[in-house]
């Protein structure tokens, strides 16, 4: 290994973490083709995660991904959907009802399979 390796490798890993962030963008832009009424909310840097969009649909499906600040409100800008920081808005209700529905339908799935 020379001397300077270690510094070409940061760049190789740079671009590694562009295509990363690049096939996050194209997955979330392909999960809202394909719903309807698709609204944006981003969600603050944590200690463990970078900046996260939430894809929520109309019926409240949803999504996340780790795209930072700007790839989230940029992705809003391409598919024109609204976006919104959750924490001023808070998430939607039609999110949590959603996960109230799956939870309920995993739950009887369960009962279903144990009887």
Known sequence: ???????RGGRRTSRNVARAHASELDALADWARTRRGV??????????????????AADGEWTRRI???????????????????V??????QRMRDYDARRRIEQRRAREQRDE
Not at 1 to 7: A, E, I, P, T, Y
């Open 1 to 7: 290994m020379g001397l300077l390796d270690r510094f």
């Open 87 to 92: 924490n001023r808005t808070g998430y939607p």
């Open 39 to 56: 609204e944006a909310f981003v969600e603050p840097k944590t200690t463990v995660t970078d900046v996260t969009a939430v894809l929520v």
């Open 67 to 85: 795209v930072g600040e700007r790839g989230a409100r940029r992705l809003a800008a391409r598919l024109r959907i609204p976006v919104y920081d």
